[in-house]
């Protein structure tokens, strides 16, 4: 499992797959609160099991996926 934690307060748990999150593997109402914090902020915190790393993404440029 892995935990985005945005500065709105906002978090969103879900499971990896593979080491990570995909559109694929992740229920429509999970991947899309993580594309619009991705896309509305400039930090985010990821935890996994015990370790946490708080990463700066600068300023939010047009994120899209395809």
Not at 57 to 66: H, K, R
């Given at each position: 499992m892995a935990t985005l934690a945005f500065p709105d307060g906002q978090t969103i748990t879900a499971p990896l797959v593979h080491g990570r999150l995909a559109k694929r593997?992740?229920?429509e109402n999970v991947w899309h609160p993580i594309l619009e914090?991705?896309?509305?902020?400039q930090r985010v915190e990821l935890t996994i099991g015990d370790t946490t790393r708080a990463m700066n993404?600068?300023?939010?440029?047009?994120?899209?996926?395809?």
């Open positions: 593997d992740l229920a914090g991705l896309r509305n902020t993404l600068g300023d939010a440029p047009a994120f899209t996926c395809i």
